[in-house]
């Protein structure tokens, strides 16, 4: 029997075995890349698009309570107007027969005053003695008083001997712009030694009652005045 020998062609085997090493050194470098210089390359930091990025949160401020508003506080009504009765000519206090007081003389611009007997008789009054005492020869009267309606009085009676008759005293006066003119005490009382009372109405609009007396015949005279709030 005979052997045949079979002979190797080693160069062609080897060109295969370093072809085959080639390719599976190319897929493992496929399966594992790396940067040019070797090193793992380091992920890219991630980022937000608009859309993706969380709407920042909005803490609002606390309420303000609103001030409490002051209680309205109620302002003290005016204080009640009171009766004035001021007494001509004389110096001190008065009191009449319905317990009435009378404050002493004030409130006139010049003039001068003078008193009677305390026998004289004066008709028309159960207060005699309050025309007993006058102011004459005045050009005027004010007296501070709240605003507001008043009843004027004004007290008269002639007792200078020397008016014996009509026309023997005559002047005007003007009480809050309403005019007295050519005023004769003789003839509105009736005589001599008779009380006279001329009533006025007078609403004060600042603050002060005015009268002004101007002379005619003699001096204007006067007794007393009362200023009495209006009903």
Known sequence: ???THRIWNWPAALAVVGLTLNLVAGCQSASH????????????????????????????????AAPAKAEPVNAAPPPP???????AGLFNAFTDSSGNVWLPDQGFTDGDTTDRPDDMQIANTKDPE??????????????????????????????????????????SFNV??????????????????????????????????????????ENPEINGIEILPAP
């Open 81 to 87: 107007q009171q009766p004035i009765r001021i007494k």
């Open 130 to 171: 309050l025309y007993r005492t006058e102011r004459y020869g005045m050009t005027s009267f004010s007296y501070a008083v709240p605003n507001g309606k008043y009843t004027v009085k004004l007290h008269f009676a002639e007792t200078y001997d020397g008016i014996t008759g009509p026309g023997g005293r005559v002047f």
């Open 1 to 3: 029997m005979s052997h």
């Open 33 to 64: 890349p790396s940067s040019a210089a070797g090193t793992a390359m380091t992920p890219l930091p991630e980022t937000r698009t608009p859309a993706d990025t969380p709407a920042p949160t909005v803490t609002s401020a606390p309420a303000t």
């Open 176 to 217: 809050e712009g309403q005019e007295f003119k050519d005023f004769d005490l003789w003839v509105k009382a009736g005589g001599a030694q008779r009380a006279y009372i001329e009533t006025v109405n007078v609403e004060i609009t600042d603050g002060k009652l005015d009268i002004t007396f101007t002379p005619q015949e």
